[in-house]
């Protein structure tokens, strides 16, 4: 085949798009509160203090701790986390209020960085119709429509209210899905976690809007827990968004998180991520090492669960929305776009398990992997003996855009019965010079065509997000991806 | 208890006797073995790669070892009365752990050299020295085991430019009034632009005892060779079997290998293929047919280390009854290896509810300018296909066999050897009628039909 590029401009192309800026790289200059460096069971006890959480809790998070001690981190994965030194972290931070009392009136400073973010937590912002729940280092900033959504029985607020209004609930659900003995992020996570959303939907109640949280780092030397637990009742159904940027820095900051969802008979959630934490320079410096732990049970018959997630950023992902598929005809759905530049490293994928009958999975992802990078998909599909009549449909891709980067495929598949039908096909390659050359004879530069090309290869995956975020992902691949052709 | 600790105990305590009755070359490899083994675990259920094996209880059973080298009392020349129809090879056969060569040996003389390890140390030191244990990676406990039990293996070796005009046939016989397990080892080194076509088959004799087969396979292909090597399994549920094959080719040489299973009680297949030249070709290919509580797995390696090479695997599974199916395959692309195209293929039918199969195909690729794919599925025939056939009067037994033969039909058609082929058809339609009894279809037919 001809080559169609000189190596020169493909090289300036790529260079400029490693260049790319990462536009959310600021630091809000604000007071905050961080308790001391370190772990041990007093850190626990301090931030349960903090939290003025219940009793149960407080044990809780002391049983996910001395579980925590046992465990080691995994290494299992095709990333590199180095040696966390877990004493060198502070694990709580949190905006200061100005005065005792106004913990209502949202810091000037505090609502400045979120605009600057695009969230709009200011409730006359009605157009962008969309509830928001703000995170900001340990603890949620704001809610947005609180009140219109509780006329409705929607329950959507920080899991630390929750845990103070709503107990019972989050006593019911909390650590069900994901128990703190599931890995080793998950138990630190369950020992430690500061803040998340918490979403409840009543029986037969279809959310009106979409429900939002932003998730944003600020602090230094700072890790960020936070917990989300979303359930949605018999018939109800809701469409959840998740966003994250970090400043820029020279040294890396973990996050980990725990996301548990229930979906009940007939149920539907859908969960949406767009994942834009700080990469880490163009060599490989700084950035946020991005370990989550996310699981939903479609418990009732005829539920469904959709996983949607865009990831461009952090410095190391290593995260697989999961659905176990309990009840009969329940849906999994997992679509996912991972982006990788410079010197990133992401494992994600799924697992899909299915234990219901006649349940129905189906899993897209899409990997681009540039630069030095190294991009991988990793998932399981398992149908249990009895789980009879179960359709699975994958489907991998993986573009490489560098000689230097990587793209690697590990799936696992367990059928138990023969009733079930389960389909995998991946495919790796560079992108199409035939293609770029056609793009090129109608008179598209390079850089458009790759664009064009990376947009119409990570669609099927983009059509999945709703309207509010879709715009922000396309904006954040052509950012990240700008003309890099190899 | 670990049970590799029983053979290493064995080891210990015959170590003379092994030595003695061993080429020097053996016995070097031996010690690094016996280093190797100190902490070595085997695999169980769930170590990476195994995820359906636990090779700790294939070999915990209390297998006799043929230390001394015992002849064992079997009348070759009464079991072996039959050659495949229209396909005259060059027979060996090995009878447990020791070789022989028939009349038809005699066939290939002149071109090819097959030898025992005992003699090929006097006749080819240098090209013992030089490719003996030299692929086989010691990591693996198992190849470790045999490299510290095996006494004796074959040697074949095409020169340079050689064409064997004949198949090398090697039948492997279990025969023996005790639970036995044994080393089988192979080397086998095809110069540059030389060719050779070898089918293995493994059989049981007596089905009453439990037999492990713990094999090394090290195949070099060197500048321009072709290599075929057939690999069919027929035995009985007692036998059990553990065989690496460990590949490396060099620039412009083409491998197949194709593994059959029909009948059997446990394999693991390993391969592990280095591809170190431009423009070679390498073809895995795979198929097995279980029923009964049949446990069969494949794990495949292939690792691309020069640009512009190209590899095809393929493996069909049919499992029915309580069988057991894995199958784990990896495709590495190393960087600076631009345009390799390396395609894997796992198809499978579970044809019962008890039936199971666990497939992980995986791609690892370090370089962009490259085609790479992987396609897996487990499923059941196609209903429309088989009420097609029922509109059309044909009962719904025959069908599904007519749609299982179609199922496997393409990787029987993989192989280069006419005869071969035309038999397995053969073969397969006999297993799918279930009319295949043991070593009915086998090369050597050693009972009757």
């Known amino acids: 085949m001809k080559e169609i590029e000189k190596p020169e401009k493909g090289n300036q192309i790529i260079e400029e798009a490693a260049q790319a800026e990462y536009k959310y790289g600021f630091v809000t200059d604000i007071e905050t509160e961080v308790i001391p460096k370190g772990l041990d069971e007093d850190v626990v006890r301090r931030i349960s203090a903090l939290k003025g959480e219940p009793e149960w809790l407080l044990e809780f998070r002391l049983k996910a701790y001395r579980h925590w001690l046992t465990l080691k981190a995994p290494t299992w994965g095709h990333v590199h986390v180095p040696e966390i030194d877990y004493q060198d972290i502070s694990y709580y931070a949190a905006p200061r209020h100005k005065k005792e009392g106004e913990a209502k009136e949202i810091d000037p400073e505090l609502k400045k960085t979120f605009d600057k973010l695009g969230i709009p937590l200011e409730e006359q912002m009605r157009l962008s119709g969309m509830a928001v729940d703000a995170v900001m280092d340990s603890v949620s900033v704001k809610t947005t429509y609180r009140e219109r959504l509780a006329e409705l029985g929607v329950i959507f607020c920080s899991i630390s209210e929750a845990v103070k209004d709503y107990p019972d609930l989050v006593r019911k659900y909390l650590g069900k899905v994901v128990p703190y003995t599931d890995n080793f992020y998950a138990a630190l996570n369950s020992a430690v976690f500061s803040d998340g959303s918490f979403v409840y939907i009543p029986k037969g109640v279809r959310c009106p809007m979409e429900l939002s949280t932003y998730f944003r780092i600020n602090a230094a030397q700072t890790g960020q827990f936070e917990r989300t637990l979303i359930v949605a009742d018999d018939d109800a159904y809701v469409s959840y968004l998740e966003g994250c940027t970090a400043p820029m820095r020279d040294e890396n900051q973990l996050h980990a998180a725990i996301v548990e969802i229930v979906v009940e008979d007939r149920a539907e959630v859908k969960y949406s991520t767009v994942q834009n934490w700080y990469p880490g320079d163009k060599d490989g410096k700084g950035g946020i090492y991005n370990l989550v732990t996310k699981r939903g049970l479609c418990r009732g018959d005829h539920s469904k669960l959709s996983w949607t997630q865009v990831e461009t950023g952090s410095a190391i992902t290593w995260k697989y929305p999961s659905c176990v598929l309990m009840g009969d005809h329940s849906v999994g759905e997992f679509y996912s776009v991972a982006l990788t530049n410079n010197w990133q490293e992401a494992d994600t994928g799924t697992k899909m398990i299915h234990l219901g009958k006649h349940s129905t999975s189906t899993i897209v992802s899409k990997g681009i992997s540039a630069g030095h990078s190294q991009n991988s998909y990793r998932g399981m599909v398992k149908i249990a003996p009895k789980a009879t009549g179960c359709r699975n449909f994958t489907q991998c891709d993986s573009l490489l855009l560098s000689d230097t980067s990587g793209a690697h495929t590990f799936p696992v598949i367990e059928v138990g019965n023969d009733t079930s039908v389960v389909e995998h096909e991946a495919t790796t390659s560079k992108i199409n010079e035939d293609q770029i050359f056609y793009c090129n004879q109608r008179g598209i530069s390079t850089e458009d065509a790759v664009g064009l090309i990376v947009n119409g290869y990570a669609k099927e995956v983009m059509a999945k997000l709703p309207m509010e975020f879709a715009v922000e992902a396309q904006k954040l691949l052509s950012v990240s991806l700008e003309g890099a052709v190899g | ?449």
């Open chain 2, 1 to 449: 208890m670990n049970a590799l600790k029983q053979y290493i105990d064995l080891y210990d305590e015959s170590r003379e006797v092994i030595e003695q009755q061993s080429p020097a070359l053996l016995n070097n490899l031996r010690r690094i073995a016996r280093e190797q083994l100190e902490n070595a675990r085997l695999p169980r259920k769930g170590s990476e790669d195994y995820e359906a094996t636990d090779l700790e209880e294939v070999f915990g059973h209390d297998y006799g070892v043929n230390v001394n080298r015992l002849p064992f009392d079997v009348d070759l020349s009464e079991t072996f009365h039959c050659d495949v129809p229209n396909m005259s090879t060059c027979l060996y056969y090995s009878s447990n752990d020791a070789f022989h060569s028939s009349a038809t040996a005699e066939r290939n003389i002149g071109q090819v050299v097959v030898e025992p390890f005992s003699m090929a140390a006097v006749d080819y030191p240098e090209l013992m020295e030089a490719y003996y244990g030299k692929l086989a990676r010691m990591s693996d406990p198992t190849v470790a085991l045999n490299s510290l039990l095996v006494q004796d293996g074959l040697l074949i070796y095409v020169p340079d430019g050689i064409v064997a005009e004949r198949p090398i046939q090697l039948v492997n016989i279990f025969n023996a009034a005790l639970d036995m397990m044994v080393q089988r080892r192979l080397l086998i080194v095809v110069g540059k632009n030389a060719s050779i076509k070898f089918l293995a088959c493994d059989h049981t004799q007596s089905p009453d005892y439990h037999y492990l087969n713990n094999q090394v396979v090290e195949i070099v292909a060197m500048q321009g060779s072709t290599i075929d090597y057939y690999d069919m399994e027929e035995s009985t549920p007692f036998t059990r079997r553990v065989s690496s094959i460990y590949v490396t080719q060099h620039e412009g040489s083409n491998v197949l290998i194709d593994g059959i299973t029909l009948t059997n009680g446990f394999t693991r297949n390993n391969y592990h293929v280095e591809v170190n030249g431009e423009h070679a070709v390498t073809q895995l290919l795979g198929m097995t047919i279980a029923s009964g509580e049949q446990h069969v797995d494949s794990h495949t390696f292939i690792s691309h280390n020069a640009p512009r090479c190209h590899s095809n695997e393929m493996f069909k599974y049919v499992l029915n009854d309580k069988a057991v199916g894995a199958f784990a395959g990896k495709i590495l692309v190393k960087p600076n290896c631009p345009r390799v195209e390396a395609y894997q293929g796992n198809r499978n039918l579970c044809g019962a509810p008890t039936a199971k199969m666990y497939t992980k195909p995986q791609l690892e690729i370090y370089t962009d300018d490259v085609m790479c794919s992987h396609g897996s599925a487990v499923g059941q025939l196609d209903e429309e296909a088989l009420f097609y056939m029922r509109t059309r009067g044909i009962g719904i037994d025959e069908a599904r066999r007519l749609l299982m033969q179609a199922f496997v039909a393409d990787v029987i058609d993989g192989v280069r050897l006419d005869a071969l082929k035309d038999r397995l058809h053969y073969l397969v339609e006999k297993r799918f009628a279930g009319t295949l009894s043991n070593c009915a279809g086998c090369l050597t037919a050693c009972r009757s039909n």
